[in-house]
T-cell receptor
Framework: DTEVTQTPKHLVMGMTNKKSLKCEQH?????MYWYKQKAKKPPELMFV???????INESVPSRFSPECPNSSLLNLHLHALQPEDSALYLC???????????????FGEGSWLTVV | GNSVTQMEGPVTLSEEAFLTINCTYT??????LFWYVQYPGEGLQLLLK?????DKGSNKGFEATYRKETTSFHLEKGSVQVSDSAVYFC????????????FGKGTRLSVIA
C-alpha cells in the first residue's frame, strides 16, 4: 500500500481567510513533502519534513505555514493568500529523507486551491 | 547541477500506436530514475522506476531502461489506449545533494480512438 491521503480535494478561499490542507500516510515513511503545481508545469517543491522536523524550506512566503504534528500527518496552513497562489497542492512521502539512494517519493491526489 | 530533459509535447497518437517519450538526464553519481503519470484532474502516480544502470522498470505495459552510457530513460509502450491520455513526467533522485526530486517539464499525451 503506497497511499497518501489529502483533504480537502477542493478548497475555495478568500484572501482574508485562514484554512488548512491536510495530508496523512500510514506507511511508516520518515519524510513528507509539500509541492505546488501550476497548470501545465511540473510540481515545485515547497517544504520537506524529515523525522518530523522541517529540513527544507524552498523560500516559500510566510503566508504558507507547514506543520508536522506526528510522523503520519502533515498540514499546510494558509493565511492571507493571493489569487496567484491558486494551484494544485500535492503532498508526498518517502521511506527515507532526501539524498538516500533508492528512495522513492509517493504522491497524494492533491488539493485544488482557488483563492478569490 | 542535476537536470532532466524530456521531449516537448503534446504528443497525439492513434489507439494501438507505439509510444516513445524521450528522457535524458544530467546528474552526479548514480541517480534513481522515475516516470510519473498525471491523469486529468488527478495527482501524480508513480508509473515505474529504475535504480541502477541497465535496470528495466515496467508497469501497465509501459517500460523504460536505465541507460547510463547515453544518460537516458526513454518511456515506451507497444500499443497505447485512449485511457493512457495523460501528462508524463520523467524525474530523478540524485545520490548527492539534498534535492528530493528533479522533474522534467512533462509531456502531454493524447490518444485518439
Amino acid at each position: 500500500d503506497t497511499e497518501v491521503t489529502q483533504t480537502p480535494k477542493h478548497l475555495v478561499m478568500g484572501m482574508t481567510n485562514k484554512k488548512s490542507l491536510k495530508c496523512e500516510q500510514h506507511m511508516g515513511h520518515r519524510a513528507m513533502y509539500w509541492y505546488k503545481q501550476k497548470a501545465k508545469k511540473p510540481p515545485e517543491l515547497m517544504f520537506v519534513y524529515s523525522y518530523e522536523k522541517l529540513s527544507i524550506n524552498e523560500s516559500v512566503p510566510s503566508r504558507f505555514s507547514p506543520e508536522c504534528p506526528n510522523s503520519s500527518l502533515l498540514n499546510l496552513h494558509l493565511h492571507a493568500l493571493q489569487p496567484e497562489d491558486s494551484a494544485l497542492y500535492l503532498c508526498a512521502s518517502s521511506q527515507d529523507p532526501p539524498g538516500r539512494s533508492g528512495n522513492t517519493i509517493y504522491f497524494g491526489e492533491g488539493s485544488w486551491l482557488t483563492v478569490v | 547541477g542535476n537536470s532532466v530533459t524530456q521531449m516537448e509535447g503534446p504528443v497525439t497518437l492513434s489507439e494501438e500506436a507505439f509510444l516513445t517519450i524521450n528522457c535524458t538526464y544530467t546528474a552526479t553519481g548514480y541517480p534513481s530514475l522515475f516516470w510519473y503519470v498525471q491523469y486529468p484532474g488527478e495527482g501524480l502516480q508513480l508509473l515505474l522506476k529504475a535504480t541502477k544502470a541497465d535496470d528495466k522498470g515496467s508497469n501497465k505495459g509501459f517500460e523504460a531502461t536505465y541507460r547510463k552510457e547515453t544518460t537516458s530513460f526513454h518511456l515506451e509502450k507497444g500499443s497505447v489506449q485512449v485511457s493512457d491520455s495523460a501528462v508524463y513526467f520523467c524525474a530523478l533522485i540524485a545520490t548527492s545533494g539534498n534535492t528530493p526530486l528533479v522533474f522534467g517539464k512533462g509531456t502531454r499525451l493524447s490518444v485518439i480512438a
